[in-house]
């Protein structure tokens, strides 16, 4: 089997209310733009990706589309290990194509890729919702609808104002308590001092943990940290693949580490992360990119195969108004059904993909 063409569709979809406007310390949004991936080939077979693009300056999916092309066409697409070892494409775009080469070898053989990466461990995953920055009184009238949805784990942004997320945090136990297990995402926003700061303030509201609330670099930080708070440590964009992780471990600097496609380079960094945290004894949590469909059939097969996602990964897919495939995930009781169907298990809609694309 080889490649015959790549197609790159960049795709803007809304996001609906209580998710947006999703505000972090950084900006605030209402929708989620992807690049979607489409790959097909000699034996009819179509494969398809995606990778995050938010954000990006001076966005191109038709620069990505000729890259892919140029780099890709003529190659076997079943040769992943190779892919990653040859691969010259930019991270993110190369994600994408990988989740894409994924979904080619899981239909070429009539299996899901969770099967490929070595069997299913768990039929349902654990999701934590994703919340933006919230003030007191709005935390508090959140924190009830997610529990009502049937979530058990909130993961909140924030790094704007240490008060205004404490204040936050406070909201959310008032108002359900312990029913929610709680995360809180600074995405770099304090210095070592600050952050020592805010975790001192919350350490009597029992978090699950506080998420890359200082720079990736040094690590040293991050193990003085954990070294004098009790709140747990996790670290994001710290973790962009083994050799971080590696490093991470080594520093003990973390206690849960999050990796995603998009920064990894695909499904099988985000795999081999998982096997390193295994060994290590550290949990691994799928993180998210305001991920579509595809990309989230990604972290499904991700987490159902590698032992060290046990606990809730991150997901906004439940504030999405809409989605390009063609049969949408349902989120029941805070669980995703880990897709069944040959390679990701699902299919983007044509129209739908026409409808949302940006042109770019």
């Known amino acids: 089997m080889r490649v015959t063409n790549v197609f790159v569709t ?54 990505m589309e000729l890259q892919a092309r140029e780099w890709l066409v003529g190659r076997d697409p079943q040769n992943i290990v190779a892919f990653h070892r040859d691969c010259p494409l930019e991270t993110r775009l190369k994600s994408g194509i990988e989740l894409a080469l994924w979904d080619l070898c899981g239909k070429a053989v009539g299996l899901p890729v969770a099967v490929l990466l070595g069997g299913i461990l768990r039929e349902q995953i654990d999701v934590a919702a994703c919340m933006g920055i919230q003030s007191y009184e709005r935390s508090k009238e959140f924190a009830h609808w997610y529990v009502e949805q049937g979530f058990g784990t909130l993961k909140t942004k924030a790094g704007a104002d240490i008060t205004e997320d404490v204040e936050m945090v406070r909201g959310i136990r008032d108002a359900v308590g312990d029913r929610l297990r709680l995360r809180i995402d600074p995405n770099r926003a304090y210095s070592p001092a600050q952050a020592l700061e805010l975790c001192r303030r919350l350490e009597e509201y029992g978090l699950e943990y506080l998420e890359q609330p200082i720079p990736a670099d040094p690590l ?29 471990i080594q520093a003990n600097a973390a206690q849960f580490l999050l990796p995603d496609t998009h920064i990894a380079g695909g499904i099988l960094p985000c795999v081999r ?46 504030g999405l108004e809409d989605d390009v495939i063609t049969e949408p995930f349902v989120i029941r009781r805070g669980q995703i059904s880990v897709p069944q169907d040959p390679g990701l298990g699902i299919e983007v809609d044509p129209m739908k993909l026409k409808r949302y694309r940006v042109d770019c």
């Open 10 to 63: 960049v795709v803007e979809v809304p996001q609906t209310a209580p998710l947006a406007p999703y505000r972090s310390h950084i900006r605030s949004s209402s929708t989620t733009q992807s690049a979607i991936i489409q790959i097909d080939t000699d034996a009819g077979l179509t494969g398809w990706g995606e990778h995050n693009v938010n954000f990006l300056p001076n966005l191109s999916g038709r620069r």
């Open 220 to 248: 040293s930080d991050a193990a003085e940290l954990r070294r004098l708070t009790s709140v747990p440590i996790a670290l994001n964009e710290s973790v962009t693949n083994e050799a971080s992780v590696m490093d991470i």
């Open 273 to 318: 992360i998982g096997h390193l945290c295994s060994a290590a004894g550290l949990p691994a949590i799928m993180h998210c990119g305001h991920d579509l469909g595809p990309k989230t059939a990604a972290m499904l097969h991700v987490a159902a195969s590698c032992d060290a996602y046990t606990l809730a990964n991150d997901t906004t897919y439940y």
